[in-house]
């Protein structure tokens, strides 16, 4: 059983950790084309990623509360689906 505290901390370090702006990364050995865009305070981020050579996407928006609390929307996909994608992604796939 995962905590859900422990994995959105993750989450949180593994999106800290991916560059503002168009990159190209690698998920589960297939290309993707990312854009990430924040605020200027942080307290929205907002990610949308694409399969080069398929169909598939990840999109999501991720705000800090008023509590300072992450609150994460994915775009009609799964949190679960969101997730396993911004820890797995590695950037600078060509």
Known sequence: MTDPE????????ALARLPT???KGEFNGRSWGITIRRSDNERRIWLFAEE???????????YQTSQMLPLLKPCEMSSSKVIDFVLGVQPGAE
């Open 21 to 23: 702006g168009f990159f």
């Open 6 to 13: 422990a994995e959105i901390s993750d989450f949180q370090r």
């Open 52 to 62: 080069l050579a398929g169909n598939d996407v990840v999109s999501f928006n991720l």
